[in-house]
Structure formats: structure tokens, C-alpha cells
């Protein structure tokens, strides 16, 4: 069950305009509005609330001043965040073009100018970038030229982290943010795809008034339900998931092509995650695809009511907070045997050279690879151990925790 303002901030983002009851919040004391406007905002939904309150008046003169005020400071914020952020963009796709180098643009400022159509709608967050590993040297030193920070001595930043598919830029200059991609899945922890057939299907759109290369509309709703479902597996995603997909599905820029969109879902092995955060959606939203798609994709156990209440659960933890156990944890302490518990952390203790290499930033002939485990070693011990020592003490909502956080990884590992 979800806590009070979570439960009314849901239900609030349902098209049922009857949710919720308005009685509820008419009387609402003001430390009440507080923490809801406290809450929206913590989820980055000070917009979907400020909207909610214009199509009710008789609310609005309940809210306290200041409330009104923080939620319109809020969206200002990230209306100019998402114009620098374009801004950013374009200098970026100017470049690339220049030199010759094809990127795609994915989920945030996509959404905002393609689907949500509104600067003040959603917060984009970093640029998500994605580049052709072939490309990657060049655009490496395109990079390294444009003051990012990159080391000079690399000529591929997937030298810096070979055991992952992303890399975070930063120009310490201005301020630019971009994630870096170069596959769609994590080398070590997800099934590989295709990326290819995403080029291959990649379409023009408009962002920020200069036509740009992004995923097909179909792929790239697939993309934002795996990246809530199968990557990150519902933790700390919050609601603003659940709204993103219904944007697209209820304002698309073009019309979906819903067969492909299943085709697609198919190809991928992403057809179990993508049918829950769908129905999730349609649940909690009241916004679905046509009739016949999720029953397409529905899978044989999908009434158990425990993924479901386990993944908007996850979805609603506060990050800042590590309320959540890594799935590595939750994998050893819920394997079957303790033949399989010992090889989870012996995979956790002795990883490949590389992805060591790659934790510390260091080229795979440092020198002191060697030692650079035992480093690793005192890092995990220090980070999972209380977590650890909670769940084998007995503690009530870590067992909570480590219940919901297997339900999930047990169902989204079913075929």
C-alpha cells in the first residue's frame, strides 16, 4: 500500500477527473498542501499538480500562498533548465554534424517537445545520446576538442568504462550534461540487442526548432518501459515513468504503429516488463493501448497481485534514502542453494579485469590492477554490509524490502 501523498499524487494523474475525491483535499490543513507540494515536486510533478489545481478553483483558494508560489517557482525551474538544455543540444548536434559523426537524441528532451509539447511539462534531466561504437573515437576527440572532461591520453572513452554501455559528460565550463550511450544494454547485466535495427529504424524529429535524429516512435516507447521494468528494475523510477508512456500512448507525435510496436517487443525478449508497466499504467492512469495489445503481450501469471503491488512500491522509494538492496544483494541472500550463493559472490568478488579497470578509471595494463580489487574488496564490504547485517538480524522492513525487491527480479527473470 502506498503512503498517503504518494496514493493521493497517483491518483491525481488518472484522466478519471472524479480522482480523488475533491472532499479529501478540501480539507486539507496547510502543513497538509505542504507536504503534498513537497511530495509533487520531489517526483517532478509540480506541473501535472499545478494543472490538477487550475481545473479546480474551489481548491486553489485552499491552498496557502506560499504552496502556490513554490509550485510556480518549480516549473519556471525547469522550463529554463529544458532551455539550456536545448541550447545545449543544439551546440552538440552542430558539432557532431560537422564532423560527420550521427548521434541520436533519446527519452528527455524528446518527450518534452515531442510528446508532453510544453518546456514547463517535464524536467529533461541529462541529454541522452546515443553514438555508433564505430564512431566512438572520433567522437571522443570531437569531445576532448569541446573542453568535456575527458583525460587527453584516451582515444575511446569506452576505454575509461569498457564494462558498462554509457559514460557521463561534463563540460566544467558551461555546465553541459550529456549521457553518453553507445549500446542500450548493460554488457554485464542485461541480455544484448540488436542496436543496429534502433538505427535502422531511427526517424527525424524536431527539437529545439533544428530537425534531429531519435529512435522510431515504437522503439522508443519499448526503450522508456524497458528502462523502467527490465534496467532498472521499478526502483526509484517514481510515478513520472508511469506518465511518460501514457504521454506517448495518449499524444503520440505521429500514429503508433501498434503491430510493430508487439513485433518489436517480441524481437527484444522485453514482452514480460513491457505488458506489467502498460497494465500499471492503465491501472493507475486509466490510459492503455488498443484493444487486443495488452492481451498480446499478457503473460500466463499475470493476476498475481504481488509483482504489481512490489512494483509501484519501488517505484514510490525515496533514492536519497537508499531505502532499496542492489539486485546483486538480493540475488545472494535469496538463492535457491548455497552452491549458487557462493557463485553469485564469487562473480561480485573476482569480476573481469576490465570491469575493475573500468571502476577506477584506469587502462587494463595498470599496474597496480592487482591490488585495485583488494581496494574494491573494502568498498563493497563498507557499502552492503549494514544492509546485510539488518536482513540477517531479522529487521522487519529490510525483510520487507528484500521480499518485494525478489519478487520483482523473479518475475521479470520468468520466460
Not at 505542504?34 to 509533487?40: D, G, R, S
Not at 577506477?360 to 583488494?374: A, E, N, Q, R, S
Request: net charge negative; with cysteine.
Amino acid at each position: 500500500m502506498l503512503s498517503k501523498y504518494p496514493s493521493l499524487l497517483i491518483q491525481i494523474l488518472h484522466q478519471d477527473p472524479a480522482r480523488p475525491d475533491p472532499g479529501i483535499l478540501a480539507g486539507f490543513t496547510p502543513e497538509e498542501w505542504a507536504e503534498l507540494i513537497a511530495e509533487a515536486s520531489r517526483y517532478r510533478l509540480a506541473f501535472q499538480l499545478r494543472d490538477y489545481l487550475k481545473a479546480h478553483p474551489d481548491l486553489v483558494e485552499r491552498v496557502p500562498a506560499a504552496g502556490l508560489q513554490g509550485l510556480d517557482d518549480t516549473i519556471r525551474e525547469t522550463m529554463n533548465h529544458n532551455f539550456c538544455k536545448q541550447m545545449q543540444l543544439e551546440e552538440m548536434l552542430s558539432a557532431c554534424a560537422a564532423a560527420g559523426i550521427p548521434c541520436l537524441v533519446m527519452k528527455g528532451l524528446w518527450l518534452v517537445e515531442n510528446v508532453y509539447r510544453d518546456l514547463k511539462a517535464r524536467h529533461s534531466g541529462d541529454i541522452d545520446l546515443l553514438v555508433r561504437p564505430e564512431d566512438m573515437p572520433r567522437f571522443t576527440r570531437l569531445v576532448q576538442t569541446l573542453g568535456f572532461k575527458v583525460p587527453r591520453d584516451i582515444g575511446d572513452i569506452r576505454e575509461i568504462t569498457a564494462a558498462n554501455h554509457e559514460f557521463s559528460l561534463f563540460h566544467p565550463g558551461t555546465g553541459a550534461g550529456f549521457d553518453l550511450h553507445w549500446s542500450l544494454t548493460h554488457p554485464l547485466e542485461e541480455a544484448p540487442v540488436d542496436d543496429d535495427k534502433f538505427w535502422q529504424g531511427s526517424e527525424i524529429f524536431t527539437l529545439g526548432d533544428q530537425p534531429c535524429r531519435s529512435l522510431g516512435l515504437e522503439d522508443h516507447l519499448l526503450l522508456l518501459c524497458f528502462h523502467a521494468t527490465l534496467h532498472h528494475r521499478f526502483q526509484y523510477v517514481g510515478p513520472r515513468a508511469l506518465v511518460d508512456i501514457a504521454r506517448v500512448i495518449e499524444q503520440p507525435p505521429r500514429a503508433i504503429d501498434w503491430e510493430h510496436f508487439l513485433e518489436r517487443a517480441r524481437e527484444l525478449g522485453w514482452s514480460r516488463g513491457i505488458w506489467l508497466i502498460l497494465d500499471l499504467v492503465r491501472e493507475h492512469l486509466g490510459v492503455q493501448p488498443p484493444a487486443g495489445v495488452l492481451d498480446e503481450l499478457r503473460p500466463a501469471d499475470a493476476n498475481d497481485p504481488a509483482i504489481r503491488a512490489a512494483a509501484l512500491a519501488a517505484m514510490f522509494l525515496d533514492q536519497g534514502n537508499g531505502q532499496a538492496l542492489d539486485h546483486h544483494q538480493v540475488r545472494l541472500v535469496s538463492a535457491p542453494t548455497w552452491r549458487e550463493s557462493l557463485a553469485i559472490l564469487h562473480g561480485r568478488l573476482f569480476p573481469p579485469r576490465r570491469y575493475i579497470a573500468s571502476y577506477f578509471g584506469v587502462k587494463l595494463d595498470h599496474p597496480g590492477l592487482t591490488w585495485l580489487y583488494v581496494k574494491r574488496w573494502g568498498m563493497l564490504l563498507k557499502r552492503v554490509t549494514p544492509g546485510l547485517f539488518q536482513l540477517w538480524s531479522g529487521d522487519a522492513p529490510r525483510q520487507a524490502e528484500l521480499e518485494r525487491s525478489s519478487i520483482i527480479a523473479a518475475w521479470l527473470r520468468q520466460p
